[in-house]
C-alpha cells in the first residue's frame, strides 16, 4: 500500500497571504488528521476529518480551515498568514472505525512565512 | 482531562548504551498508548503500542510495558544505535472522554554518539 502523501513539501510565502496544503491518505482510510509542529509547541493538533465532515478540532483560530473530498483526500488552508505560522504541517490518516485510531503520518509540508 | 507527560530531553547517550525514556499518563478508563518515532526530515511512524494493562509492545529491539498501577509506558532498548537518534513521542489513544483523538507528549529528542 502506498503511504500518506503530502504535497508540496516545502513552501514559502508571505506574510498576509494564504496557502492551501493537500494530503492523500492511505488508500482504504477514511480518517484524515492535522498537525502543527514546531519546536517550541510540539506537536499541536489542528483538527480531524472522518467522511468528510470535521469531527474534531483543535484550538486554532478560524484561519486555519479543512475540508475533506469524496475520496478522502483533505486539504488544510491557512489565510492571512502570519510569522508565526512557519512550522511543519503533518498530515495523518486512519480508519476512522471504533478502534482504528492507529496513525500512519505523511512526510509533512515544511511551511515558511516571511 | 487526559494527558501525558514524557521526560525533557535532549538524551545524549553513546552507541551500545541503554535508554530509557519515561513516559507517565493521566486517563480515565484504559486507553492504548503508542510510542511514535520521528527521523530528521521525516514524519512520525508508529514504532510500538499497547492496548492493554501489562501488554508489552516491541519493535525494533525497543519495548514498553502498558503499566496501570504507574500510570506509566516508558520506552526501553538495551543497545541504542547511532540509527536510533531521533525524536520519540508518546501517545495515549482515545477513550470515552476524549472525542477519539490522540493526546500526544512533547516528544523526547534523542542522540546516539559512535
Known amino acids: 500500500k502506498a503511504g500518506v502523501t503530502q504535497t508540496p513539501r516545502y513552501l514559502i510565502k508571505t506574510r498576509g497571504q494564504q496557502v492551501t496544503l493537500s494530503c492523500s491518505p492511505i488508500s482504504g482510510h477514511r480518517s484524515v488528521s492535522w498537525y502543527q509542529q514546531t519546536p517550541g509547541q510540539g506537536l499541536q493538533f489542528l483538527f480531524e476529518y472522518f467522511s468528510e465532515t470535521q469531527r474534531n478540532k483543535g484550538n486554532f483560530p478560524g484561519r486555519f480551515s479543512g475540508r475533506q473530498f469524496s475520496n478522502s483526500r483533505s486539504e488544510m488552508n491557512v489565510s492571512t498568514l502570519e510569522l508565526g505560522d512557519s512550522a511543519l504541517y503533518l498530515c495523518?490518516?486512519?480508519?476512522?472505525?471504533?478502534?482504528?485510531?492507529?496513525?500512519?503520518f505523511g512526510p509533512g509540508t515544511r511551511l515558511t512565512v516571511t | 482531562g487526559n494527558s501525558v507527560t514524557q521526560m525533557e530531553g535532549p538524551v545524549t547517550l553513546s552507541e551500545e548504551a541503554f535508554l530509557t525514556i519515561n513516559c507517565t499518563y493521566t486517563?480515565?478508563?484504559?486507553?492504548?498508548l503508542f510510542w511514535y518515532v520521528q527521523y530528521p526530515g521525516e514524519g512520525l511512524q508508529l514504532l510500538l503500542k499497547?492496548?492493554?494493562a501489562d501488554d508489552k509492545g516491541s519493535n525494533k529491539g525497543f519495548e514498553a510495558t502498558y503499566r496501570k498501577e504507574t500510570t506509566s509506558f516508558h520506552l526501553e532498548k538495551g543497545s541504542v544505535q547511532v540509527s536510533d537518534s531521533a525524536v520519540y513521542f508518546c501517545a495515549l489513544g482515545p477513550d470515552a472522554g476524549n472525542n477519539r483523538k490522540l493526546i500526544w507528549g512533547l516528544g523526547t529528542s534523542l542522540a546516539v554518539n559512535p
Open positions: 495523518a490518516s486512519s480508519s476512522g472505525g471504533a478502534t482504528g485510531y492507529e496513525q500512519y
Open positions: 486517563a480515565t478508563g484504559y486507553p492504548s
Open positions: 499497547a492496548t492493554k
